[in-house]
Nanobody, 118 residues
């Protein structure tokens, strides 16, 4: 079992930045692919970014060039830095942990709200 707690959401102006943090607890976290997904109004949940235990990263199309994912394996935290925010980035951002081999081991946090508005 993996527990995930997100923090860092809030209100930002267009062009601004936010930093989201996911604190993970559980066993063998190095074997989990950690990711951030988001659900924006009227759309299905979509990938923002993922990072492996060996720090390989991948990004959704909307995130490329604006969002950066990082991971601290010693502290079991994953950070999503959101830059150059747009109103359409508004939504709930969820932390995810999925085992790299046993993909049924798939855990989600409760989500954190990001609102981009002037």
């Amino acid at each position: 079992q993996v527990q995930l707690v997100e923090s860092g959401g809030g209100l930002a102006q267009p062009g601004g930045s936010l930093r989201l943090t996911c604190a993970a607890s559980g066993k063998n976290l190095m074997f989990y692919i950690m990711g951030w997904y988001r659900q924006t109004p009227g759309k299905e949940r979509e990938l923002a970014a993922v990072i492996t235990g060996s720090l390989q990263t991948g990004y959704g199309d909307d995130a490329k060039g604006r969002f950066t994912i990082s991971r601290d394996n010693a502290r079991n935290t994953v950070v999503l830095q959101l830059n150059n925010l747009k109103p359409e980035d508004t939504g709930v951002y969820y932390c995810n942990a999925r085992h790299s081999l046993f993909t049924d081991l798939d855990f989600w946090g409760q989500g954190t709200q990001v609102t981009v508005s002037s």
